[in-house]
């Protein structure tokens, strides 16, 4: 088995994390133009895309009494046939039927003994359009390999060869004995490892110090206080409500330049001004509260292909909701992301990550269970962002009218949100726990009304 084989520590940290309540899905939506392929063909076709991609057959392996981190090996008499899935929606086949459907989809966890990924196909659809949802486990893919693996299964023009697949080796399932010799070889060289840690930092202090220093600043940023009290926070349900408010990338892309910022200030501006009106709407007091946003960061270098599984640090940013005005909000957001940056936040918990690769397997699963049986109370929003294909993409020869992002709720955190940009929209996807939060729907039309009059206030104000 080599190092490539083994899950980080960031990847295996999601599988003790999952609970009967708390399933660890992330995915896409893409709806299509009609009309639908046969359901058969539909699964032929994705089963030539899958052959390409070697890390879609691939499921985990859990070492001997978990002692160890898990192993990718591939699936015995792998038939893509068994990861995909057939609905239909009633009449009228509208988005809020959609919405529910998605919503039931998610919910569930995925099968141990199989790759961690499932599509389906969605007929029905008003418009004579038709839909596919993509579901893998957090595991196996974040926002952008996940958006990567979507990608494979499309092309750029109808009916064109899928993009050139990555290949591997085949990573074959070992005997009980070899994952035991694997095993002890592991846990002997922990020590070693430690002993040639300290060394390297008696030779070179200097970056010692730093490292260490940057180890400790990350610590003080995922290990912050508890925040205030709110609806945002608490146990789950196991049911969930999912939802999409869109806009056109074009003129969000020009408010960010004359507002000299990014998109990801502008998405985070606009969670600002939806929660500020749907907590207002529900009665919750705003001047006591803080809303504590984790903004994963990708660490992956541009250009180069990117690989399955978790390569992410995080920023964390307090959004405004106790400003009136949305230009000051958007303001204080980029102030804020601007000040994270220059504090190299990213890169402090990165190091955490690092660190945590040295953690023996038992004492992470023990750490990421107790976290969250403890109530995760540190962040009350997550902000993903994820760059999906600029041009249209077409999947069995019809093409991809637009692309929706569905994240996780987890760790007592009751709402979600994501944004994804394709082909000149940008999308950005709510979900919520069904039990506490019945009303996130208005929670999503916040959000979009807030990204509304963000756009409309950028083009009044002579934003080209």
């Known amino acids: ?99 529910t459907l998605v919503a039931r989809i998610m919910a569930p966890r995925l099968p141990a003994d199989r790759p961690l990924w499932e599509l389906w196909q969605v007929d029905g659809l008003e418009g004579g359009r038709w839909a596919v949802v993509a579901k893998a486990h957090h595991t196996m893919v974040d926002g952008r390999s996940g958006a990567d693996l979507v990608q494979s299964l499309l092309t750029r023009v109808p009916d064109g060869p899928p993009p050139t697949a990555t290949t591997g080796a085949v990573r074959r399932a070992p005997s009980l004995g070899a994952l035991a010799r694997d095993l002890l070889t592991w846990v002997a060289l922990l020590p070693v490892r430690a002993v040639r840690l300290v060394a390297r930092s008696l030779r070179h202090p200097r970056e010692a110090r730093r490292r260490v220093e940057q180890v400790r600043f990350g610590l003080s940023q995922v290990l912050r206080p508890d925040l205030p009290p709110s609806v945002l926070v608490g146990p789950l349900g196991a049911e969930r409500i999912w939802g999409w408010a869109a806009a056109d990338l074009a003129e969000v892309a020009a408010l960010a330049r004359s507002a000299h910022c990014t998109l990801n200030d502008v998405f985070l501006a606009a969670l600002a001004g939806g929660y500020r009106r749907y907590l207002m709407d529900r009665g919750e007091a705003l001047d006591a509260l803080t809303l504590r946003a984790i903004v994963p960061v990708s660490r992956r270098s541009p250009g180069r292909p990117a690989r399955p599984g978790n390569l992410a640090s995080a920023m964390f940013v307090e959004l405004p909701v106790g400003l009136a005005d949305p230009e000051d909000r958007l303001a204080a957001v980029a102030a804020r992301t601007s000040e994270q940056k220059s504090r190299a936040v990213a890169d402090a918990t990165a190091a955490v990550v690092r660190l945590a690769d040295h953690i023996p397997a038992p004492l992470l699963a023990w750490g990421a269970r107790a976290y969250g049986r403890s109530g995760q109370g540190r962040v009350n929003v997550v902000a993903s962002n994820v760059a999906g294909p600029s041009q249209a993409q077409y999947l069995a020869g019809r093409r991809v009218l637009a692309m929706l992002p569905y994240v996780p709720v987890a760790e007592e955190v009751r709402a979600s949100t994501a944004m994804l940009t394709y082909a000149g929209r940008l999308t950005i996807g709510v979900t919520g726990d069904a039990a506490a939060l019945p009303d996130v729907d208005r929670l999503v039309e916040a959000i979009g009304r807030e990204l509304r009059d963000l756009v409309a206030r950028g083009r009044a104000h002579g934003a080209p």
């Open 1 to 99: 088995m080599t190092r490539a084989d083994r899950l980080s520590a960031l990847d295996a940290i999601f599988l003790p994390m999952e609970t009967d309540t708390q399933s660890l899905h992330v995915g896409s939506v893409l709806v299509l133009e009609g009309p639908a392929p046969d359901p058969e063909v539909f699964r032929a076709l994705v089963a030539a895309r899958v052959a390409g991609v070697p890390f879609l057959r691939r499921r985990v392996l859990r070492m001997p009494l978990d002692l160890g981190r898990p192993i990718w090996v591939d699936t015995a008499d792998f038939d893509p046939a068994d990861q995909l899935r057939h609905a239909a929606l009633d009449a009228p086949g509208d988005e809020p039927q959609l919405r």
